[in-house]
């Protein structure tokens, strides 16, 4: 689900600006979107990096009583805890070493709007305590104040892991996650809507053609084929950057497979089932199949090819999670950051 002012194509049902895609994956979410848009309820989006939750936010923002007022997003897993909090409630004066004035924060700004919280599995406990009491009694106070502060802000939340399973683990409050979990609204990857692929390649290249001031180029057989075979473990946000990359490279009028990234063309199979980063096991189990069976009659190394294979794909799992923050990425897999980028090197990843 890209970006810019596109419609997508409904069986019957209005069209909703902003959004490509028309398959029936894509339907039961714009229904529900539609739906949970002329509520106040707290909405909780869940989907892998890629998949367009932010849109989806953007769009029940539009569509419900509160679209004259602001939309403002907060991204929970790029701050630390205390500049997350300031940034939430804002500030005081003299609250810490560089407040050197007053400050308003999100959920103020967000005022009679929509506060939009990408990552919210990223908040630590302390700051889930604050997130409660905002969502229950729609008041806080600024970092360092005493004073209360009441707000009329409707809450969108959303996670790339399984925010229930998180909860259970005790890695997530369950009181905020049942405060949340108002009506949550699962975006399918783009592995799963693959009908859609085709409309989505059409749109990006009309895009980034005119951003780049040359005529839409027309799509072979075999690179549509070539892309629509493709797993896209990065879903619509690897796909746009394929398409953009494409367009900036092509020497003619066509798009054609030799633009595509080597990934797009191994044909690589898509693993059994979708491996979440808390998912050790499914991921492990997947892969050395897929290694073992690709190895075939050439046993050689079998040992080291699993383990190398093993170790690039949980740290690109893992990065795509922390939205390529290094640090965050480092401290989930219980490494140092230099460790990181030797290994981000050494397996194409940097």
């Not at 209360?148 to 802000?153: Q, S």
Request: charged content about 25%.
């Amino acid at each position: 689900m890209p970006d810019g002012d596109v419609t997508a194509k409904n069986d019957g049902n209005p069209p909703m600006p902003g959004l490509v895609g028309s398959g029936p994956a894509m339907q039961r979410v714009y229904q529900l979107t539609r739906m949970v848009a002329r509520s106040n309820a707290s909405v909780l989006l869940l989907g892998e990096t890629g998949t367009g939750k932010e849109l989806i936010a953007k769009a029940i923002h539009r569509l419900s009583p509160r679209a004259s007022g602001p939309f403002v997003r907060v991204n929970c897993g790029a701050l630390a805890e205390n500049l997350l909090e300031s940034e939430l409630f804002g500030h005081v004066r003299g609250a810490f070493t560089g407040a050197l004035s007053n400050r308003t924060g999100r959920f103020e700004a967000a005022h009679t709007g929509t506060v939009f919280l990408d990552e919210i599995n990223s908040t630590t406990p302390k700051l889930q305590v604050k997130l409660l009491r905002v969502l229950q009694e729609h008041e806080f106070e600024r970092v360092g104040d005493t004073q209360t502060i009441r707000v009329d802000t409707r809450v969108i939340a959303a996670s790339n892991c399984d925010l229930a399973a998180e909860a259970e683990a005790g890695r997530f409050r369950k009181d905020l996650y049942y405060r949340l979990n108002v009506v949550t609204i699962e975006l399918p990857p783009l592995r799963e809507r693959r009908e859609d692929i085709p409309d989505l390649v059409r749109h990006f290249v009309t895009v980034y053609a005119q951003q780049n001031g040359r005529p839409p180029l027309r799509i072979t057989p075999e690179a549509m084929r070539a892309l629509q075979e493709y797993w896209w473990p990065g879903n619509v946000r690897e796909l746009q950057n394929y398409i953009e990359r494409a367009i900036v490279l092509a020497p003619g009028d066509e798009l054609t497979c030799d633009l595509l990234p080597p990934a797009v063309l191994e044909k690589r199979p898509a693993p059994a089932a979708p491996c979440a980063p808390n998912d050790l096991d499914g991921l492990l189990r997947t892969l050395v199949a897929q290694s073992i069976s690709a190895a075939g009659t050439d046993g050689s190394n079998l040992y080291a090819r699993i383990v190398d294979r093993v170790e690039k794909e949980l740290i690109s799992q893992v990065m795509q999670a922390c939205n390529n923050v290094r640090l965050k990425a480092a401290e989930r897999l219980g490494i140092n950051r230099n460790t990181l980028h030797k290994k981000l090197r050494e397996h194409g990843l940097d």
